[in-house]
């Protein structure tokens, strides 16, 4: 089923004048994920742009991180994970093997989506429980 719908993925992608996935590098896959992140704030280096560029909060709530196995930007999660540990966060980490970039967002399609997405609202029940909802 994945190879159907990364096929999909492939085609739209084809479609609206993007160069295929497989075709790119993985340092050219990241640098066109920031330049598309940096035409909608107008600055790559915005916070918005990437996690890694933000400030933690101390009080920040817990946090729950669902990595791709072939997600392009799969290193940058876990320094995302790094960092928010680093500042004391509590942090649910649910890995996602066979899956691509974006794979949360094809719900319809992909069995595994929903079985994480049941993984994030677990997670953040037992946060509200811990926490009492602060």
């Known amino acids: 089923?994945?190879?159907?719908?990364?096929?999909?993925?492939?085609?739209?992608?084809?479609?609206?004048?993007?160069?295929?996935?497989?075709?790119?590098?993985?340092?050219?896959?990241?640098?066109?994920?920031?330049?598309?992140?940096?035409?909608?704030?107008?600055?790559?280096?915005?916070?918005?742009?990437?996690?890694l560029r933000a400030l933690i909060p101390a009080d920040l709530a817990p946090a729950f991180v669902a990595t791709a196995e072939h997600d392009v930007l799969h290193d940058e999660a876990r320094e995302c994970i790094t960092r928010l540990k680093e500042a004391q966060v509590p942090v649910h980490l649910d890995e996602n093997p066979g899956q691509i970039h974006g794979?949360?967002?094809?719900?319809?399609?992909?069995?595994?989506?929903?079985?994480?997405?049941g993984r994030a609202v677990d997670a953040w029940r037992a946060s509200e429980m811990r926490t009492g909802g602060r």
Do not use: H, Q, W
């Open 1 to 51: 089923m994945l190879a159907s719908n990364a096929k999909a993925v492939l085609d739209a992608m084809a479609a609206a004048g993007l160069p295929a996935i497989d075709t790119l590098s993985l340092a050219e896959a990241k640098r066109t994920f920031v330049e598309n992140a940096a035409r909608l704030t107008g600055d790559a280096t915005d916070r918005r742009v990437s996690p």
């Open 103 to 117: 794979f949360v967002s094809m719900y319809g399609f992909i069995a595994e989506v929903r079985r994480c997405v």
